[in-house]
T-cell receptor, first 116, second 115 residues
Framework: AQKITQTQPGMFVQEKEAVTLDCTYDTSDPSYGLFWYKQPSSGEMIFLIYQGSYDQQNATEGRYSLNFQKARKSANLVISASQLGDSAMYFCAMISRGGANSKLTFGKGITLSVRP | DTAVSQTPKYLVTQMGNDKSIKCEQNLGHDTMYWYKQDSKKFLKIMFSYNNKELIINETVPNRFSPKSPDKAHLNLHINSLELGDSAVYFC??????????????FGPGTRLTVL
């Protein structure tokens, strides 16, 4: 079974600074994909970034980067130059089967608050 | 244009009633999902359909019955609503591939409140 662990309490960061949101995972499958989603207070789920288990390089998408450490089974999200609009809940998720049986397993989420 | 849409956005109803939530995607994806987000914000998959065929059914009570009339639509019907059904229900869709890069696109969610 897959498991995603997000244990940080509510996180705070000063505007324009960088912040790291932690995520560890557990799976016995040799291949998997890792995702981060953002959920602002308005409630929608917004895809941020994807990392494949066999990807050689860490994923980056604009101000988002994923610090993927396969041996440690961690996939931390780094947000650079935080903005007030980054205040939201952030979910780490994993898919460990391809094809039609794929499903996202989510962590419990981390609340990020950006201070002006 | 909305990629994944759900109606209604809010649903308030009495215990014991039957209600439906509709979901439509215009992305041409072949797989659709229903997720439940509880009061503690935990998201868990309920069902998935691939080309109108039920693929995943995650031990959801049989009061919940998904229906996919075509691959662009996946509706969720709930019978005999209970207080514990109060949650936000998200529909999602993806284009499934053999690898894992099948990002799922989420609808705006339906907040169900059972009184």
């Amino acid at each position: 079974a897959q498991k995603i662990t997000q244990t940080q309490p509510g996180m705070f960061v000063q505007e324009k600074e960088a912040v790291t949101l932690d995520c560890t995972y557990d799976t016995s499958d040799p291949s998997y994909g890792l995702f981060w989603y953002k959920q602002p207070s308005s409630g929608e789920m917004i895809f941020l970034i994807y990392q494949g288990s066999y990807d050689q390089q860490n994923a980056t998408e604009g101000r988002y980067s994923l610090n993927f450490q396969k041996a440690r089974k961690s996939a931390n999200l780094v947000i650079s130059a935080s903005q007030l609009g980054d205040s939201a809940m952030y979910f780490c998720a994993m898919i460990s089967r391809g094809g039609a049986n794929s499903k996202l397993t989510f962590g419990k989420g981390i609340t990020l608050s950006v201070r002006p | 244009d909305t990629a994944v849409s759900q109606t209604p956005k809010y649903l308030v109803t009495q215990m014991g009633n039957d209600k439906s939530i509709k979901c439509e995607q215009n992305l041409g994806h072949d797989t659709m999902y229903w997720y439940k987000q509880d009061s503690k914000k935990f998201l868990k998959i309920m069902f998935s359909y691939n080309n109108k065929e039920l693929i995943i059914n995650e031990t959801v009570p049989n009061r919940f019955s998904p229906k996919s009339p075509d691959k662009a639509h996946l509706n969720l019907h709930i019978n005999s609503l209970e207080l514990g059904d109060s949650a936000v229900y998200f529909c999602a869709s993806s284009q499934v591939r053999a690898e894992f890069t099948n990002e799922q696109f989420f609808g705006p969610g339906t907040r169900l409140t059972v009184l």
